[in-house]
């Protein structure tokens, strides 16, 4: 199972920006597209983003399509999310996790995924 940890995550005026990372554990982190996902509070978690093991594509959905940028650096195990433009319907915790996009705009979480402690991003003036 893919295991990774989230930070980055902090307080933010709307307009505002955050990187979010995401750092694998091992080789089991190698390998394996990695997408970010969200659960605001009451809300069921979406994924936002997934980017392939070769970092040469990434998907999205279409309510962060253009503000967030999902990037990937092998060399470190770790996977970024740029976050521009932060809106007020933007604030959830946070998590990276093992992904797949199985149709344009949906991203799920794979079979091996693996839930870690996220990352709290809050948006408000």
């Known amino acids: 199972q893919v295991q990774a940890v989230e930070s980055g995550g902090g307080f933010v005026e709307p307009g505002g920006s955050l990187r979010l990372s995401c750092t694998g554990s091992?080789?089991?982190?190698?390998?394996?597209?990695i997408g970010w996902f969200r659960q605001a509070a009451g809300r069921e978690r979406e994924g936002i983003s997934c980017?392939?093991?070769?970092?040469?594509?990434?998907w999205y959905v279409d309510s962060v399509k253009g503000r967030f940028t999902t990037s990937r650096d092998k060399a470190a195990n770790t996977v970024y999310l740029q976050m521009n433009s932060l809106k007020s319907e933007d604030p959830a915790m946070y998590y990276c996790?093992?992904?797949?996009?199985?149709?344009?705009?949906?991203?799920?979480?794979?079979?091996?995924?693996?839930w870690g402690q996220g990352t709290q991003v809050t948006v408000s003036s």
């Open positions: 996790a093992a992904c797949v996009s199985v149709a344009p705009g949906v991203i799920l979480p794979s079979s091996v995924a693996q």
């Open positions: 091992g080789a089991a982190f190698d390998g394996y597209a």
């Open positions: 980017i392939t093991w070769s970092g040469d594509t990434a």
